[in-house]
């Protein structure tokens, strides 16, 4: 009976006499799976194994073949590529040619297939072998030779025949202890390279990780790290290759971007030309990243250079010159032949000091490229635009500093410095790299204020901000300001009309370009001891986030995040008519509005706009209050 519950089902082929329907081949390599007007692909799974042939997760007009192997599955579950009838001709092998080809998509990598070949008349007469998926998430071609065959197992004997195949999946691992897990499995070809499939060509620079199809990217782990090309933790349509630094590496452990073979070119280094660049995504800023290039024919011939994260849990691009070699390691040999690329995350750091860490590593590419270009940072800085801004910061005097996660919300990104305690009174950071903002600060008498959301572990630190031209730093302007509260947001407004003692006043007939923040000014680190700030929304104008502004109480935009529809709430102590204003980062107006009375309580409804951060910019004749929301939908 149905008691209320729905089934479906689904029936094909009504024949009468023996299955399959007249016409119908018997099985054969290769094995593409498509044919299934023409070929009999019925299998036979043992073990725990379900087995079916599907259209391919990755790409709608393909067939594969799924297998999912229980919780309930045998160590040693697997699947007949066939009926028990085996192929329609034997496996053609002779000495000298003893591979088998398999595309297969698994999800994880490290994961154990064993392929069985053997005689369907006879099953004492088998050859069994073994590979390991080398990629997780993606398609993976692995080549079993059975001339090396797997331990415990007879040597393959040319004298038998061999005509049907089985393969295992995470062979020795029951489904109990794996879980249920699904894999797939396409283009079964006899030959090492998948025979009359696609010949993996050898792994050269630019590296994407993104042509699985088409280049072996094979690698090879040294020292306790692991490696392997999966989908993108931020962008599911793009690959890359993860590694895991274990909490057993040594502090040299690293992995060759390639076979031990190499690249299929050497890397065309000459003089002024000797940078590489790779985006790298790590969980910490501040990780010592090393980059070896060898002869892959004398290891002797090598030259090592090192970048450092800046950034933690977001994408970057670091660019190696290796005419600047690692301090006790060779200077680079323009008449060496430089042919294979190594890359060693936090160099100089055991896994049993750092723990269990994974990094990802994209475009590797020779010169400063490496990816998109990232624009200059220019005002308004909000450190949330990683991927479309370069917020390289320059430290000096004894700060470091990282776009990090903002400690009080998750979904927002801030500058963090920490004053060392070797500091000197004057340790601080440019907010760019030395060439400055992208366009000038356009200060001009009664508007030369810069405002500066900061976090300090202390109320009543004083905070210096000094303009300068990026091409003359003679040519400077200074003004301070004090933290009113410790370890929360505070905004601060620095007025350049009113400049520091001792330092030289405004000038409108100059250009500046150049934007430093000086923490705890005039005091060093061995008096203050290690100090952690935080700054983010460097606006060009005077700012505030609402709270601490008599002229609007209470506001409040909820939730926050969205999913595009949002309240703003809030008491209005002014006279006259208070504007609305919303835009994304780049300037651009998605919203305007206007608000009369003492109340404002709104519902904003933009489903329209893409996931992202924008300001929502409130004015009045008393001052402008911002605050940042982030749609995700």
């Known amino acids: 009976a149905g008691a209320g519950t729905a089934k479906t089902y689904y029936t094909d082929d009504v024949v009468f006499g023996a299955f399959p329907p007249p016409g119908l081949a018997q099985i054969e390599m290769p094995i593409t799976w498509n044919d299934t007007a023409l070929v009999d692909y019925t299998v036979t799974d043992f073990g725990g194994d379900s087995s079916a ?21 045998q160590s040693w579950a697997g699947t007949t590529l066939s009926t028990p009838s085996g192929f329609a001709t034997a496996i053609p092998f002779v000495s000298g040619a003893t591979s088998i080809s398999v595309i297969v998509w698994s999800p994880d990598a490290g994961t154990i297939v064993r392929l069985k070949a053997e005689d369907h008349t006879n099953n004492a007469i088998s050859v069994e072998t073994e590979a390991t998926t080398g990629a997780a998430g993606v398609w993976d071609t692995l080549v079993f030779d059975f001339s090396n065959q797997a331990s415990g197992t007879a040597a393959i ?31 079964v070809f006899f030959g090492g390279n998948g025979g009359s499939g696609p010949t993996l060509a050898q792994i050269d ?49 690293g992995t060759t971007l390639s076979t031990p073979s190499g690249f299929a070119t050497a890397i065309p280094f000459v003089t002024g030309s000797t940078t590489i660049s790779v985006t790298v995504w790590s969980p910490d800023a501040g990780i010592v990243v090393r980059l070896k290039a060898e002869d892959h024919t004398d290891v002797t011939k090598s030259v090592e250079t090192e970048a450092m994260t800046t950034v933690a849990g977001t994408w970057e691009t670091l660019v190696f010159d290796f005419a600047n070699e690692a301090t006790g390691t060779a200077a680079i040999d323009f008449t060496y032949n430089y042919d294979m690329l190594s890359i060693f995350f936090n160099f100089g750091t055991d896994g049993a000091t750092a723990g269990v860490k994974t990094y990802y590593s994209d475009n590797v590419v020779f010169g400063s490229g490496g990816g998109p270009t990232l624009a200059q940072i220019d005002m308004p800085i909000t450190w949330d635009d990683t991927a479309t801004v370069d917020y390289t910061v320059t430290d000096f005097g004894g700060d470091s500093s990282a776009v990090v996660v903002d400690p009080t919300n998750a979904t927002n990104m801030v500058l963090m410095s920490t004053k060392s305690a070797t500091a000197e009174t004057w340790a601080g950071t440019t907010l760019g790299t030395p060439s400055g903002f992208a366009s000038a600060i356009p200060f001009v008498s009664g508007s030369t204020t810069i405002s500066v959301i900061v976090w300090s572990p202390d109320a009543g630190t004083i905070v210096r901000l000094k303009a300068e031209d990026h091409t003359d730093n003679t040519i400077t302007v200074e003004t301070e300001m004090v933290t009113t509260v410790a370890g929360a947001w505070d905004t601060l407004v620095f007025d350049f009309a009113n400049e520091a003692t001792g330092t030289p006043a405004i000038n409108f007939a100059n250009t500046y370009d150049l934007l430093s923040i000086f923490y705890g000014f005039g005091t060093d680190g061995a008096t203050a001891g290690e100090k952690t700030y935080y700054c983010d929304d460097v606006y060009f104008g005077s700012i505030s986030t609402g709270v601490e502004e008599n002229w609007v109480e209470d506001f409040k935009v909820y939730p926050n995040p969205n999913n595009g529809e949002f309240n703003m709430t809030g008491s209005l102590n002014v006279s006259g008519e208070v504007s609305i204003l919303i835009t994304d980062l780049q300037g651009r107006v998605i919203m305007e509005d206007s608000e009369n009375g003492n109340t404002l309580n709104k519902r904003v409804n933009l489903n329209h706009v893409s996931n ?22």
């Open 157 to 187: 004997n040319f004298s038998n025949t061999y005509d049907m195949l089985s393969i295992f999946y995470n062979f020795g691992t029951d489904g109990a202890t794996a879980g249920v897990k699904t894999y797939y499995c396409d283009d």
């Open 612 to 633: 992202g951060i924008y300001l929502i910019r409130i004015t009045s004749e008393s001052g402008t209050v911002i605050e940042k929301i982030t749609i995700t939908k």
């Open 205 to 253: 620079m630019p590296i994407t990780w993104s042509d699985t199809a088409t280049v072996d990217y094979t690698v090879t782990d040294f020292g306790g790290d692991s490696s392997a090309v999966v989908v993108d933790p931020t962008n599911a349509t793009n690959l890359v290759l993860m590694t895991t630094k274990s909490a057993t590496a040594e502090t040299w452990a």
């Open 53 to 73: 042939v599907v259209v391919d997760p990755t790409n709608a007009t393909n067939l594969v073949l799924m297998s999912t192997k229980s919780a309930t599955a």
